[in-house]
Nanobody
Framework: QVRLVESGGGLVQAGGSLSLSCAAS????????MGWFRQTPGKERDIVAA????????YYADSVKGRFTISRDNAKSTVYLQMNSLKPEDTAVYYC?????????????????????WGQGTQVTVSS
């Protein structure tokens, strides 16, 4: 079982920045593709960004390209999401996810169905 704990959410004004962290309790964290998703009430959970086990390959939703950066530190079993130029429409609960099956160091995944473990979520609120 893998436990994921997000931190770093909060309230920020439009144009501001926030940095989210997700710490994993997994000795084999370096094997896991990781992702950040977000969800607003009544809507589906959508991919924000994903990163391969090696950290060399990344994916971003079109809505966050150029503003958000996903990264990981395998030595610390932690994945990060740096969010810049935040907009009110970025307001959501942000979830960290890990895929428990390993294929290659360059794989990343973009749908909720491909992930096995989830954090509890952290609220991000961007005021206008």
């Amino acid at each position: 079982q893998v436990r994921l704990v997000e931190s770093g959410g909060g309230l920020v004004q439009a144009g501001g920045s926030l940095s989210l962290s997700c710490a994993a309790s997994a000795p084999t964290f370096f094997k896991y593709p990781m992702g950040w998703f977000r969800q607003t009430p009544g809507k589906e959970r959508d991919i924000v960004a994903a990163v391969s086990p090696s950290g060399g390959e990344t994916y971003y939703a079109d809505s966050v390209k150029g503003r958000f950066t996903i990264s990981r530190d395998n030595a610390k079993s932690t994945v990060y999401l740096q969010m810049n130029s935040l907009k009110p429409e970025d307001t959501a609960v942000y979830y960290c996810a890990a895929r428990g099956t390993y294929h290659s160091g360059s794989d990343y995944y973009t749908t909720v169905y491909e992930y096995d473990y989830w954090g509890q979520g952290t609220q991000v609120t961007v005021s206008s």
